[in-house]
């Protein structure tokens, strides 16, 4: 099972992150959980998002306290939050930063674990002509964890942002776009 915990801050899109990837997940016949964190916070307040996939059913039904990957959205959150709680040796680290992931392991003084930039808010204001980093991150996440190749997930997602913006197809391919770049345009060591 690959569990992934993804740091944000309402209004930036990780619940809606976590939905797409496990809705997508699902349509290629894995097993998946996806589900958010939160409570009466406001659009801005630090939230957490969750997903499981596994090849058999999941049992489990709490929060991912030891993630295999962990996705920040929002790069305030690394001083906000331990957001490497729970991240084993060999954890995968995501963050959504213009600096290199050299710079993020000494802002954390952490070793032993992958650690993956992308510049998603710089790609969602260039795609979306909004600082909405989810998508992009999204396409981040299938390269540095393979867990969905990025057709499936484009495929998959299109099907479900058009349901929510038939009328508004520029947003739609804008957020595809926001995917394939976050795809290519992830950094790691």
Known sequence: MLEIRWHGRGGQGAKTAALLLGEALLATG???????????????APIQAFNRISDRPISLHCHVTQPDVVVVIDPTLLEAADVTEGLGP???????????????????????????????????LATIKRNIPNTPMLGALAKVSGVIDLESLIEDSHKRLEKKFRAK????????????????????E
């Open 169 to 188: 197809p520029e947003v739609i391919e804008g957020n595809l776009e926001a995917m394939r770049r976050g795809y290519q345009e992830v950094r790691g």
């Open 30 to 44: 894995k097993y998946m959980q996806a589900f958010p964190e939160y409570g009466a916070e406001r659009m801005g």
């Open 90 to 124: 060999a954890g995968k680290l995501l963050v959504n930063t213009t600096v290199t992931p050299t710079q993020v392991r000494a802002e954390l003084g952490i070793e032993g674990r992958h650690v993956y930039t992308v510049d998603a808010s710089g790609i969602a």
